[in-house]
């Protein structure tokens, strides 16, 4: 299986800040990884698939770069709804594999 | 509109064995495959498999050989998750999601596992 390596576990921000995720892949996945946030109780929303393309209706503070191995997950402005848990995604294989997600949090 | 519709709560004992449904609605059943996923109590989500809403081939992750099975029914638009020899770790919600072109972009509202003795 490819394997995904998520970080920070966790942070914390205030609003306004400028928030950075990474994944990192095990082997080249060249653009599938996707970006979901999840609210507690709720189901995953996604943000950003094939790493870099915005899904409908998700804010433009919300941005995915990277490719091959090394995905960043970007929040330009992070506001007060995104205080959440983000997971990334590879879709590349046949075997799918989630981060661990990492928990944004207020400071 | 497209929907996913999963079956409601269940309670097994350990070593049981649980089916959980997914009825999809809004779409060619046939043109998508279906994946399911879990999520235990503050933990993160996990990939467990997926299958092919046409022609029913299906695939699952290592983690779960042997314990579980994915099937469907083109005629009731339905798929299903079989999760046997239940242990306490399976206490979970599971979610079935529909994958268009590489990307889970429907989710079902999650039904939620409980394996205790």
């Known amino acids: 299986d490819i394997q995904v390596t998520q970080s920070p576990a966790s942070l914390s921000a205030s609003v306004g800040d400028r928030v950075t995720i990474t994944c990192r892949t095990s082997?080249?996945?060249?653009?599938?990884l996707n970006w979901f946030q999840q609210k507690p109780g709720k189901v995953p929303e996604l943000l950003i698939y094939?790493?870099?393309n915005l899904q409908s209706g998700v804010p433009s503070r919300f941005s995915g770069s990277g490719s091959g191995t090394d995905f960043t997950l970007t929040i330009s402005s992070l506001q007060p709804e995104d205080f959440a848990t983000y997971y990334c995604?590879?879709?590349?294989?046949?075997?799918?594999?989630f981060g661990q997600g990492t928990k944004v949090e207020i400071k | 509109q497209v929907l996913l519709v999963q079956s409601g709560a269940e309670v097994k004992k350990p070593g049981a064995s649980v089916r959980v449904s997914c009825k999809a609605s809004?779409?060619?059943?046939?043109?998508?495959?279906l994946h399911w996923v879990r999520q235990a109590p503050g933990q993160r989500l996990e990939w467990m498999g997926w299958?092919?809403?046409?022609?029913?081939?299906?695939k699952h992750s290592e983690k779960f050989q042997g314990r579980v099975t994915i099937t469907r029914d083109k005629s009731a638009s339905a798929a299903y998750m079989e999760l046997s020899s239940l242990r306490s770790e399976d206490t979970a919600v599971y979610y079935c999601?529909?994958?268009?072109?590489?990307?889970?972009?429907?989710w079902g509202q999650g039904t939620t596992v409980t394996v205790s003795s």
């Open positions: 999601v529909r994958v268009v072109n590489s990307v889970m972009d429907v």
């Open positions: 809004g779409y060619t059943f046939t043109s998508y495959a």
């Open positions: 299958i092919n809403g046409g022609n029913g081939n299906t």
């Open positions: 082997q080249s996945i060249t653009k599938y």
């Open positions: 094939e790493a870099s």
């Open positions: 995604l590879q879709s590349y294989s046949t075997l799918w594999t």
